[in-house]
């Protein structure tokens, strides 16, 4: 059964650091997500992503914070300069449309 | 208050029992989706029931639905302890798609 796979499965950086995140999402999904998880708290949506392009952001999604789909597999994220608040597992997600979203097994990041 | 959310945030039961779980939502939704996620593990999808649908069933999963109560449940029935987990409700209400997810029961079943 295809599945949303993502890497790497930990990561620890230095405030400050940038950091990429990547994620496959399945091939014949069109929609793209990130969201984040902070340790113990509710999942938050952070980004979408349609058509080769950004279609809806939240308030977490800041200039530090950019997405890309470089290739027709890959679906990145990119933390620039990153703090100690990003400390979090980031998942990505993606589905052919309105319907069941897909979730990859998560990226625990961890900023010291 | 959020959308999306649980109640209780956290159940114990004793393997064979059932165990509900609530949660409540503010805004129009197209459909809602019930995730399970293992302790510090990804979320996995278990059930979708969409906005013109009152009651789906999966396996030892009922999802129930009521948009004039803003509300779901999800009943699992003669749980085990392979089911103890996070269990989180998400709204979609429609544009691309976001999830909003509640802040999650967690579960726990006994042997």
């Known amino acids: 059964e295809p599945e949303v796979t993502q890497t790497p499965s930990h990561q620890v950086t230095q405030m400050g650091q940038e950091v990429i995140l990547r994620c496959v999402p399945i091939?014949?999904?069109?929609?793209f997500y990130w969201y984040r998880q902070i340790l113990g708290q509710k999942v938050e949506f952070l980004v979408s992503?349609?058509?080769?392009?950004?279609?809806?952001k939240s308030e977490i999604f800041d200039d530090q914070f950019s997405v890309e789909r470089p290739d027709g597999s890959n679906f990145t994220l990119k933390i620039r300069s990153t703090k100690l608040e990003d400390s979090a597992m980031y998942f990505c997600?993606?589905?052919?449309?309105?319907?069941?979203?897909?979730f990859g097994p998560g990226t625990r990041l961890l900023v010291l | 208050s959020q959308q999306g959310e649980e109640d209780p945030q956290a159940l114990s039961i004793q393997e064979g029992e059932n165990a509900t779980m609530n949660c409540s939502y503010k805004?129009?939704?197209?459909?809602l989706q019930w995730y399970r996620q293992n302790s510090g593990r990804g979320l996995v999808h278990l059930i979708l029931?969409?906005?013109?649908?009152r009651e789906k069933h999966s396996g030892r999963l009922r999802v129930t639905l009521d948009t004039s109560k803003k509300s779901s449940s999800l009943l699992i029935t003669a749980s085990r302890a392979a089911d103890t987990a996070s269990y989180f409700c998400?709204?979609?209400?429609?544009?691309?798609?976001?999830?909003?997810f509640g802040a999650g029961t967690r579960l726990a079943v006994h042997p």
């Open positions: 997600a993606s589905t052919t449309g309105a319907e069941t979203q897909y």
């Open positions: 091939s014949n999904h069109l929609y």
């Open positions: 992503f349609y058509n080769n392009e950004i279609s809806e």
């Open positions: 805004t129009s939704i197209n459909n």
């Open positions: 029931i969409r906005s013109n649908e």
């Open positions: 998400a709204t979609d209400t429609g544009g691309y798609n976001k999830l909003i």
